[in-house]
């Protein structure tokens, strides 16, 4: 968990445009910061930062275990 100013410098923003930008941040997913500390977590900020350039699947794009659960529990007999 870091302040806004290091979680600004994480996405290569300065605090500044980090506070301009954060409204468009959120709307695009950045995880918000801890309602208590106010702080940001850089790990969920890296996964967010992997989902939006395609690293990683988005949650909408993954597959859901349950989808075809009934068929594949058939072919096991």
């Known amino acids: 968990m870091v302040p806004?100013?290091?979680a600004a410098r994480r996405l290569g923003l300065t605090l500044s445009e980090f506070s301009d930008k954060l409204p468009a941040l959120m709307d695009a997913g950045l995880p918000r910061a801890n309602p208590i500390t106010g702080f940001y977590d850089l790990k969920a900020m890296d996964l967010w930062m992997d989902r939006a350039s395609g690293?990683?699947?988005s949650?909408?794009?993954e597959?859901?275990?349950c989808e075809?659960?009934?068929e594949r529990l058939a072919r096991l007999g």
């Open 4 to 6: 806004a100013s290091k």
């Open 55 to 57: 690293l990683l699947p």
């Open 59 to 61: 949650p909408s794009t």
């Open 63 to 65: 597959i859901d275990p």
């Open 68 to 70: 075809g659960f009934e």
